[in-house]
């Protein structure tokens, strides 16, 4: 039997803090393709509250017991990335309406770019359908209490950058 | 190295006829996953134009030179056939926000009752984002040219039983 | 000053029927272009409460003051009509969201059709972006008071035809 | 200090049948008002699975043991029913954006009808936001497990009308 | 008979200015419930033309003839201000899809942070379905005509800070 | 024969840069209309990438050989650039859902500040429902190919200006 290739797959995003949707995501996304490759974007228009190392090592510890999972980060286009990536697939996850037309115009400039990337959407666990990385801050911020909204391995050092001295 | 197993995408609708949107989103599956199959709904609440024999030998003529899809038919809850095959995706087409609603609906219902099984959302080409079975009879009921809206080889006998006679 | 061309629309619909929602649309419609042609629908997948004539004849009434509007009817694909017309333009209303994404359906099919025929969106007064033809008849039937909701003109006929002997 | 008059809403629908969703919605409502009025719609275009005797029935057994929750029956126009009620108040529940335009329709109707009735809108739980009678019926129909997806009360009755002698 | 505990909702907003949308919102809050907080965020995001004393001393003015009506102010978390007000519901007003989407995320955060806090959404009068403080601000400082966009008790306050010296 | 009067659109955008997206819309502009104005808007609260001179000049390069097509620039309100031109009718492109909501809004508060002033909406080629502006600037900086998405007479200019020296 002709050697079957492994189907790998590219989760960007700017992960400003990691989210439990997230999370959700990556698990949903092993149990799709062989391999998921959390990409940390570099160069972003939202100054963030965590620079891009920390970012990537959040991740890396979030994922460090998934073999399946890798954790890399990258600067420009998305397609430039992972046409030099073993990947040939971008997951990216959908919430609500707002979300699809931004997904839309994204994956069709991307298909554009590049028409043998494929852009595939899998949807969040209802759970988590609320959840993003800035309501999140927000809630922190004011000094509501995000437990539970990030992976617990993160929990500590985020609650220290937006809430410090809690 | 661990041997790789394959991943098999489930592509259902009750394809009456297959469109040009339909093989769009099964050519952009194939370059995602090892093998997809069209599963051709028997059981439909719609009164449809073909019978279930019909559609699935119009789709096995479609995809006859494709070794990387299967074409099959299937009765009743959607995940009870994709328990019993290869598969452990569904592979659905989003063109457009009502799509989306629809569609998150039967996908949430769909993980409620197999949380295993993972529904993968693909984006037709934009050229066919409007395109549909049902817009498709209504033009050529009405006299309309629906010709390369449908795969060439099941055109005539498309518009055979659509304007008989013309 | 080389002679200007009349600009003529197409005012698709069923009718079933004429609501002030679409008699704000005509008005809208005859400050944009020189003349308006109200095309009254007769093949529809929808059983109507009133046939063909009876819609004619109740926009003719509504539209007898109006110089710049013409009733007529047509069966078969809208775009063969607007073709033998004297018209280039589809005119159609927008109200709302679920709106938009059918016309969106159907305006790029017509322009496959006929790429020379262009459709363009007028939206109603936003008195009637609530109304249509299917909530006012499910109203009136169950005894709700529509007065106002139709032009007057036609009020008489539209209870007398829902609420038999009312 | 003045008397405090109890504010009641109407939660109308068909209700065919009772769903989780709906159950949770009207727990949210009794938090809200002092009375909810669950009032079963009798003249509906639906072809429903149970009659209105049967559809009552089932309501008024879930809610037995909540003395802040009515159960009633209603024909013809809501607003009809809602001003010979003790309620001033329209409780309906909000899952997706299809659900809003055309909750959105029927609310800007109603309060043509009637401007001194409050149409107000509760959102389910995430957990039952792909969850409708319809789905649920679907599911069933075609052997899938609806178990926890209607109150318990109603589970045994429900299964036996859907999927006679399972 | 057991005495009725009066139901009272916040109504909670930045108000840059009130609007006439706002008002409509709060004489229908006032119609379903005893009592409506109207309470003013003091920390946003978005830099306010009218500070937040400005902003509670005009919604006091706005409102000086209704009993029903309680004007406030509130910093950092919604949730937590309306734990320590004799309120458990919070009212906010729904225009159009995008807002359904931004409200639904935030009310199903908040349900997370307090589940027992209620989120009722009401419509606004469908004359004010295209006002925002945003769009009056723009069209204000463009020497657009706002009168009768915002509650007359404000008018000249609200043109002189948005157009000094008109 | 009464001496028909030309109808003018104004369209106004940014466009900075304008895309083949802007240019389709006009195309279909001039088959609808007898005049289109293309109005660059000098005040916006967006910072630009190209001066209004710049974005003036280009359009006015693009449209050279058009005779139905003028270009123009405004400051301040729409509404009132409109009302001292020849124009009656403001001109739209639709694309998205999202556009919808936006465009509504800013269309009912252009007929609330002068009702005779008609908006008209026109759907974008399919082709570039994905394009806008800010799209094609990000994907430029980030060093993709934006060939074929800007009109070939400023594509170097534009490119000159996002990625000097490239």
């Known amino acids: ?61 979030i994922f460090e017991h998934h073999p399946q999972v890798e954790v890399d980060s990258f600067d420009g286009l998305l397609v430039h990335y992972v046409e030099q990536s073993p990947a040939n697939v971008i997951m990216r996850g959908l919430r609500a309406v707002s979300d699809f037309e931004y997904e839309f115009q994204m994956a069709l400039m991307n298909r554009r770019l590049d028409n043998d990337i494929q852009t595939v959407f899998l949807m969040t666990d209802y759970k988590w359908m609320y959840l993003s990385s800035s309501i999140i801050k927000d809630v922190a911020v004011n000094g509501g209490d995000i437990k539970g909204l990030v992976p617990r391995q993160i929990y500590d050092e985020v609650i220290e950058r937006l809430v410090p001295g809690k």
Request: glycine letters at 6%; aromatic letters at 10%; a positive charge.
């Open 1 to 61: 039997m002709a050697e079957v290739k492994p189907v790998t797959a590219v989760f960007p995003g700017t992960f400003d803090p990691f989210t439990r949707g997230h999370f959700s995501l990556v698990m949903r996304g092993i149990k799709t393709f062989h391999k998921v490759i959390v990409a940390v974007a570099g160069s972003t228009s939202k100054n963030t509250k965590f620079s891009l190392e920390e970012r990537v090592d959040m991740a890396k510890r």
